[in-house]
Nanobody, 125 residues
Framework: RALLEESGGGSVQSGGSLRLSCAAS????????LGWFRQAPGKEREGLAT????????FYASFVKGRFYISHDNAKGTLYLQMNNLKPEDTAIYYC??????????????????WGQGTPVTVSS
């Protein structure tokens, strides 16, 4: 069973940056995905970025490509999301999640079985 705990959320002004961290443990499959999602008030939870751990391959939603960067420190067991040029519409609760790679859309929410508790990000204009 994967255990996940996010940190690093907070408040920032538009154009600023934040780095989220997720302490992740308990995943053993070679097909493990570790990803970042977010959920804004009144909206569906959406996938932002994910990394296939054994392949060291990253995948991004088109609307964050070039602003958000996902990385994984295997020695520390920590997943990161570097977020740059933040906008008010990035305000949401951010979650890390663990799942297994299947099919072709690795950002599909249904692939992820384990979730952290979330960390809030607020971007003011």
């Amino acid at each position: 069973r994967a255990l996940l705990e996010e940190s690093g959320g907070g408040s920032v002004q538009s154009g600023g940056s934040l780095r989220l961290s997720c302490a992740a443990s308990g995943y053993t499959s070679s097909s493990t995905l570790l990803g970042w999602f977010r959920q804004a008030p009144g909206k569906e939870r959406e996938g932002l970025a994910t990394i296939h751990i054994s392949a060291a391959a990253t995948f991004y939603a088109s609307f964050v490509k070039g602003r958000f960067y996902i990385s994984h420190d295997n020695a520390k067991g920590t997943l990161y999301l570097q977020m740059n040029n933040l906008k008010p519409e990035d305000t949401a609760i951010y979650y890390c999640a663990a799942g297994l790679a299947r099919g072709s859309n690795f950002l599909a929410r249904g692939l992820y079985n384990f979730w952290g508790q979330g960390t809030p990000v607020t971007v003011s204009s």
